[in-house]
């Protein structure tokens, strides 16, 4: 996380710059924008308060430089999903999330907070996942590959459901279920339920 926050800051960081963004997301993550100060931010990141306002000005300039970031990563996260059609891009994104989600675990658990929490920011952040899913109908209905009768809009919407709906049940997956709803066999099992949803249905007329 530290090396992808610095090299997407241009090379080299100020000092204690990337250790800020670091610290911020996970703290804003856990306990949201209101719950934490900056004296305790710094601290996590083990520098001066004097650096948050030399390098973001204000708590806020840190949430925006924060929100510029995993919104990045999200877009970086679903660019190959655009790239694929069908069902088949379901299983891409899995393979994807896999991948990813141990990886920046805090930064989807930062979107979940951020999206709970509304903000110019996590406006921008809601716009552009819903433009990606969006998008992801578009591509499918001129590849014709969209069954004619579906709601366009509603389709995309309902991605987006599928996208925030886990980071929401997150914190109460494991007494429920046993497991993170982003180990492996969730994963799977969530996707395989929705290629079948998405392409035959599951209820009885």
């Keep these: 996380m530290a090396k992808r926050l610095e090299t997407r800051n241009g090379g080299e960081d100020a000092p204690g710059r990337r250790h800020l963004l670091d610290a911020g997301m996970r703290l804003f993550a856990e306990r949201g924008f209101a719950g934490v100060g900056l004296r305790e931010i710094a601290a996590e990141a083990g520098v001066s308060l004097g650096l948050v306002r030399t390098h973001f000005g204000s708590k806020d300039g840190l949430r925006d430089a924060i929100d510029e970031y995993v919104l990045g990563e999200i877009k970086r996260l679903y660019a190959t999903v655009l790239e694929h059609s069908g069902a088949g891009a379901l299983t891409k994104a899995v393979e994807d999330a896999l991948d990813w989600i141990p990886r920046d675990r805090v930064v989807l658990m930062y979107a979940r907070m951020a999206l709970m929490e509304k ?11 819903l433009a990606i899913m969006r998008q992801f109908i578009e591509t499918n ?6 069954q004619p009768d579906v709601d366009r809009e509603w389709a995309a919407i309902y991605l987006l459901f599928d996208f925030i ?41």
């Design 165 to 205: 709906g886990p980071a929401i049940i997150e914190p109460f997956a494991k007494p429920a279920f046993g497991k993170s709803m982003y180990s492996k066999p969730m994963i799977s099992a969530r996707n395989a339920f929705m290629v079948r949803a998405f392409t035959r249905g599951f209820l009885k007329g």
């Design 141 to 146: 209905a001129k590849r014709g590959l969209l």
């Design 119 to 129: 903000t110019p920011g996590s406006q921008a952040l809601f716009d552009q996942l």
